[in-house]
């Protein structure tokens, strides 16, 4: 019988790592859309309700009786510490430490410019950091103050930036409005000429 309650918080985590990676996942991914917004409502629910619901009848006896050989500290203990690790697992949050280094502090807020550059650090490809910038929508504005920001990106992926200047800008181009879409290309070969 504690294998029912193992699985039930092992599930948790899985569902705390699928609503982890909505958060980095690629615009055209299903969990950025409509239905893909309720299966992430149905998956925190189920990771918060089911294991709680399940203590509850388990606690009244009757057929599903707490086992023996389980503790509800450990319980309640394993299945918060799973649902912990699926939801940093799922940000990819490992990611980060390496991007940070040299930074003092790590304060974001909820513009556009913070929600841009935090996404940025999670990039592993040049196209992922562009599907950041068309998702976020940024404006001329907004480019100034992430301009660091995709020199690095430029100066990370710079193998991956097309060898003529308008092969990178079509590829910008196709992620940003055309006014954005010159700056940011500029900000990016800036970057990738420290590493040619």
């Avoid at 510490?81 to 974001?108: E, N």
């Avoid at 940024?138 to 092969?167: C, M």
Wanted: overall charge positive; charged content about 20%; some cysteine.
């Amino acid at each position: 019988m504690p294998g029912v309650f193992i699985a039930v918080a092992l599930l948790s985590g899985v569902l705390a790592y699928v609503v982890g990676y909505a958060f980095i996942a690629p615009c055209e991914s299903i969990l950025r859309s409509k239905a893909g917004g309720m299966v992430l409502a149905m998956c925190v629910l189920v990771a918060l309700l089911v294991p709680l619901t399940l203590m509850s009848i388990a606690g009244q006896g009757g057929p599903l009786a707490w086992p023996a050989g389980l503790s509800r500290d450990l319980y309640r203990r394993a299945w918060i510490g799973s649902m912990s690790l699926g939801l940093l697992a799922g940000l990819r949050v490992w990611r980060l430490g390496p991007r940070l280094r040299g930074s003092h502090t790590f304060t974001l807020d909820e513009s556009t410019v913070s929600r841009a550059e935090s996404q940025l650090l999670l990039t592993d490809t040049l196209e992922e950091a562009l599907d950041v910038l068309g998702r976020e929508k940024v404006t001329t504005k907004d480019v100034e103050r992430l301009s660091a920001r995709l020199r690095i990106v430029g100066s990370r992926f710079w193998f991956q930036v097309p060898e003529k200047n308008s092969d990178a800008y079509r590829l910008v181009a196709k992620h940003v409005p055309p006014g954005v879409a010159a700056t940011v290309t500029g900000l990016l070969l800036e970057g990738a000429e420290r590493k040619k």
